[in-house]
């Protein structure tokens, strides 16, 4: 019976440890960002490319998003093109984003999972894991939706795992 616990706790392992995920990407200053660095607080990893009118559209939710919460969540933004780095760095000015932008170039599987299209958006949660993927534009409202959603979903989970005879 031990051995037979003890396989299944080896294999289990795994598989959770597979659940958090990270990667580092460098910055418009070379600076490299993990998605590790921001563990405890909801992370929104935004694929965008600059010549993609969703992605546009989607930029001042995202900007506002980012702003008004940066105690809970951080939006990251990753270029998903081949541009200049000079271009890149006016356009985010002129564009006045003011989340972390940082560069990859583009392949079709990621650290996150698989970019068919721009925008596509993976939300990670504040344990590392990837919770959602969303292929096509998302908004500000949306996205806080689905986090208040999952935050009153694991609210819920923790109450009624508190044993029975436990003071409150």
Same mark, same amino acid.
């Given at each position: 019976?031990r051995?037979?616990l003890?396989l299944? #706790?080896?294999l &289990? ?11 580092? @990407?460098?910055?418009l200053?070379? =600076? ?6 921001? !563990?405890? =607080? ?8 600059t010549?993609?009118?969703?992605? @546009?559209e989607?930029?001042?939710?995202l ?6 919460? !940066?105690e809970?969540l951080?939006? *990251? ?10 271009? *890149? =760095? ?9 989340y ?6 583009p *392949?079709?599987?990621?650290? @996150? ?16 894991? !990837? ?5 096509g534009?998302v908004?500000?409202? &949306? ?5 208040? !959603?999952?935050?009153?979903?694991? #609210?819920?989970?923790?109450?009624v795992?508190?044993?029975?005879g436990? &003071?409150?």
């Amino acid at each position: 019976m031990r051995k037979l616990l003890l396989l299944v #706790a080896c294999l &289990a392992t795994p598989v959770m440890a597979a659940d958090a995920v990270d990667f580092t @990407l460098p910055d418009l200053d070379g =600076k490299p960002v993990s998605v590790a660095d921001y !563990r405890g =607080k909801w992370v929104i990893v935004n694929f965008w490319a600059t010549w993609c009118p969703p992605c @546009l559209e989607e930029i001042p939710d995202l900007v506002d998003l980012y702003d008004e919460n !940066r105690e809970r969540l951080v939006v *990251l933004g990753v270029n998903y093109e081949e541009v200049n780095e000079e271009y *890149l =760095k006016g356009f985010v000015e002129s564009h006045l984003i003011s989340y972390p932008v940082m560069r990859m170039d583009p *392949l079709p599987m990621t650290p @996150l999972g698989p970019v068919m299209g721009l925008p596509t958006t993976f939300i990670i949660s504040p344990q590392g894991e !990837r919770m959602a993927r969303q292929e096509g534009p998302v908004t500000r409202q &949306a996205i806080e939706k689905y986090i208040q !959603r999952k935050e009153a979903g694991q #609210a819920t989970t923790a109450a009624v795992q508190v044993p029975s005879g436990s &003071a409150q």
